[in-house]
């Protein structure tokens, strides 16, 4: 699902929005978001803080643009997956498909460690405050991500007849979906506070592990 452009109407407005939404991403790969001052912004876009005043309340009016950016990033990379899964997915092996799915969410996810944390953080402190779009929605995206799963795993153990069986099937490719990206979330984002000290693992390794318990715990009957 596409989402919603949350830019203003005019040209020239859009413009500036985006200045300063590149000038947070760029700000948020050397620091914390609450960390980043307004007229770091402002100098990053190459304005004044009486112009970021004016378009915004304040930085925390940013988050809703820069969780729309990361949506659009997120929806464009499900789609490659989806393409690419298409195009390999009778060569692989489950265990293979599943370890490439997580090291591509692994990757994904560490490409934009400083933006992934930040709309983290915010989405848990502010709730449904800051993001309402409701073309975001996070459920659908998941689900496409489990449907990939579904889909290796229909091509030799569920009977496409049975209506229970297909039920079954996305249950657990649903609870794959959510082990999959809390695991890797804790361990990208946090990997030194627990629960993540509970594997000393290098991420690499980490995927590995990751994907092997996915995999025997997709392949059970």
């Not at 709730?127 to 030799?156: M, V």
Request: charged share 20%.
């Amino acid at each position: 699902m596409t989402s919603t452009d949350l830019r203003p109407k005019q040209k020239r407005s859009q413009q500036t929005h985006d200045k300063f939404l590149k000038a947070l991403r760029s700000a948020l790969e050397s620091k914390y978001f609450e960390h980043i001052s307004i007229k770091e912004l402002a100098e990053g876009a190459g304005v004044s803080v009486g112009t970021f005043y004016r378009r915004f309340e304040n930085k925390e009016a940013l988050l809703p643009l820069l969780y729309d950016d990361f949506g659009a990033e997120l929806e464009a990379w499900v789609c490659e997956m989806e393409q690419q899964a298409q195009a390999s997915q009778s060569q692989q092996t489950l265990a293979q498909f599943v370890l490439w799915l997580t090291d591509q969410t692994a990757t994904f996810l560490l490409e934009r460690k400083s933006v992934f944390r930040t709309i983290h953080l915010n989405a848990r402190l502010h709730g449904n405050n800051l993001f309402t779009d409701p073309n975001l929605d996070r459920a659908t995206t998941y689900r496409r991500i489990s449907l990939l799963f579904a889909g290796k795993l229909s091509q030799a153990s569920v009977d496409p007849t049975s209506e229970d069986a297909r039920i079954e099937l996305l249950k657990a490719c649903d609870m794959a979906v959510y082990m999959l990206v809390n695991g890797l979330l804790d361990q990208i984002l946090y990997p030194t506070l627990t629960p993540a000290i509970a594997s000393d693992l290098p991420l690499e390794q980490f995927v590995q592990q990751l994907s092997t318990m996915l995999t025997r715990y997709l392949a059970q009957p």
